[in-house]
């Protein structure tokens, strides 16, 4: 019988990877109070391209694609999706909006979590949207010849609101006593509920989203302004590999949390890291535009579209990003990748 019981982290031996990826996350946080109220136009500035790049790494984790220029059309909420594809990529921005503006009223509860998953297919004519799955589901993989198998059994339809439920009162009682810390009490809820696989279509989704939402809620607000389903998209191997290594043995209440909480918090930590580098960048007006772009290139996660470097660089015209885009690229202190809309830039150094 599958149980939970979250007061077992209270005791359990965290290693030093562990408290040190705490330590450093601490200390971030404590600095995110003086960023959050000395320049809120900056931080609109990030909100506005982390939007837009989480909505497109959560859905491309799940192999969901549209071209840059209809995402970014879709995401601003200047155009009407047309395609599937484009439905759920809408939809995903929907969620990620509300919880953005309405995290703290939303409890985590049964009724809200099948209200966020209703609200991320809203575009589809999808019957089973906010419901539980009805049948029994396996997540699978395919091997070096081609062949699927199975990779992990999640729980059976018949126990899923019931352990859902249970899940729920465990993570609520364990954040109300106050023993344990959020940061290794959300990995945890979010591995059970992905080992649970509540839904028949959109558990990586929803994962994603309660992850931010449970964040938020403890006050850790990074993934506001810096993409965490972007760094979680471009490490997708490594997530995978912790997601497997932390279920084995998840239905005997043999799981090991610490390679999925540990993957978890890295990619928070860095995160921060990357909020007070852009901040800084954003912030700092008083260098050249070559410089400014060149900088904002250099410490960027992923390649940045000229529409990405507008929205962080918005002092400067669109016609002096091209002009020094161009001047960059022909001094080679910036690689050009891909050709028209796909167009991006990279750091050569």
Same mark, same amino acid.
């Given at each position: 019988?599958?149980?939970?019981?979250?007061?077992?982290?209270?005791?359990s031996?965290?290693?030093v990877d562990i408290?040190n990826?705490?330590?450093?996350?601490?200390?971030?946080? #404590?600095?995110?109070?003086?960023?959050?109220?000395?320049?809120?136009?900056?931080?609109?500035?990030?909100?506005d391209?982390?939007?837009i790049?989480?909505?497109?790494?959560?859905?491309k984790?799940?192999?969901?694609f549209?071209?840059?220029?209809?995402?970014?059309?879709?995401?601003k909420?200047?155009?009407?999706?047309? =395609?599937?594809?484009?439905?759920?990529?809408?939809?995903?921005?929907?969620?990620?909006?509300?919880?953005?503006?309405?995290?703290?009223?939303?409890?985590?509860?049964?009724?809200?979590? @099948?209200?966020?998953?209703?609200?991320?297919y =809203?575009?589809?004519?999808?019957s089973r949207? #906010?419901n539980w799955?009805?049948?029994?589901?396996?997540?699978?993989?395919k091997?070096?010849?081609?062949?699927?198998?199975?990779r992990?059994q999640?729980?059976?339809?018949?126990?899923?609101?019931?352990?859902?439920?249970?899940?729920i009162?465990?993570?609520?009682?364990e954040?109300?006593?106050?023993n344990?810390?959020p940061?290794?009490l959300?990995?945890?809820?979010?591995?059970?509920?992905? =080992?649970?696989?509540?839904?028949?279509?959109?558990?990586?989704?929803?994962?994603?989203?309660?992850?931010?939402?449970?964040?938020?809620?403890?006050?850790?607000?990074?993934?506001?302004?810096?993409?965490?389903?972007?760094?979680?998209?471009?490490?997708k191997?490594?997530?995978?590999?912790?997601?497997?290594?932390?279920?084995?043995?998840?239905?005997?209440?043999?799981?090991?949390?610490?390679?999925?909480?540990?993957?978890?918090?890295?990619?928070i930590?860095?995160?921060?890291?990357?909020?007070?580098?852009?901040?800084?960048i954003?912030?700092?007006?008083?260098?050249?535009? =070559?410089?400014?772009?060149l900088e904002?290139?250099?410490?960027?996660?992923?390649p940045?579209?000229?529409?990405?470097?507008?929205?962080?660089?918005p002092?400067?015209?669109?016609?002096?990003?091209?002009?020094r @885009?161009?001047?960059?690229?022909?001094?080679?202190?910036?690689?050009?990748? #891909?050709?028209g809309?796909?167009?991006?830039?990279?750091?050569?150094?």
């Amino acid at each position: 019988m599958k149980l939970f019981n979250y007061a077992e982290l209270e005791v359990s031996a965290l290693n030093v990877d562990i408290v040190n990826l705490l330590t450093a996350i601490h200390e971030y946080r #404590g600095k995110q109070e003086l960023y959050l109220e000395s320049k809120p136009d900056v931080l609109e500035k990030l909100q506005d391209l982390a939007l837009i790049q989480s909505t497109d790494a959560s859905n491309k984790i799940e192999g969901i694609f549209t071209s840059d220029k209809r995402l970014r059309e879709l995401v601003k909420n200047k155009t009407k999706p047309h =395609s599937k594809n484009e439905k759920e990529i809408t939809g995903y921005r929907d969620v990620l909006k509300m919880i953005h503006e309405s995290y703290q009223y939303i409890t985590i509860s049964s009724n809200h979590i @099948l209200q966020l998953h209703k609200e991320l297919y =809203s575009y589809l004519p999808e019957s089973r949207s #906010g419901n539980w799955k009805q049948s029994d589901n396996v997540i699978t993989e395919k091997d070096s010849n081609g062949e699927e198998f199975v990779r992990f059994q999640p729980a059976s339809a018949f126990q899923t609101p019931q352990l859902i439920e249970e899940l729920i009162e465990q993570y609520t009682m364990e954040m109300e006593k106050g023993n344990i810390d959020p940061l290794i009490l959300i990995p945890c809820f979010i591995l059970d509920f992905l =080992s649970i696989h509540p839904f028949r279509d959109g558990n990586g989704q929803m994962s994603r989203l309660l992850t931010l939402l449970l964040l938020y809620q403890n006050n850790y607000l990074v993934g506001r302004f810096i993409s965490i389903e972007m760094l979680i998209e471009r490490t997708k191997t490594t997530y995978y590999e912790a997601l497997h290594d932390s279920s084995i043995g998840w239905l005997e209440n043999k799981q090991d949390y610490l390679p999925f909480l540990q993957y978890i918090l890295g990619i928070i930590l860095k995160a921060y890291r990357e909020f007070e580098t852009r901040f800084k960048i954003t912030h700092n007006i008083t260098i050249s535009s =070559s410089d400014r772009i060149l900088e904002i290139i250099t410490h960027s996660l992923t390649p940045l579209s000229k529409a990405d470097i507008v929205i962080l660089a918005p002092e400067l015209s669109q016609k002096t990003i091209e002009r020094r @885009l161009t001047d960059l690229v022909k001094s080679e202190r910036i690689q050009k990748i #891909g050709a028209g809309r796909s167009t991006a830039y990279i750091s050569k150094s």
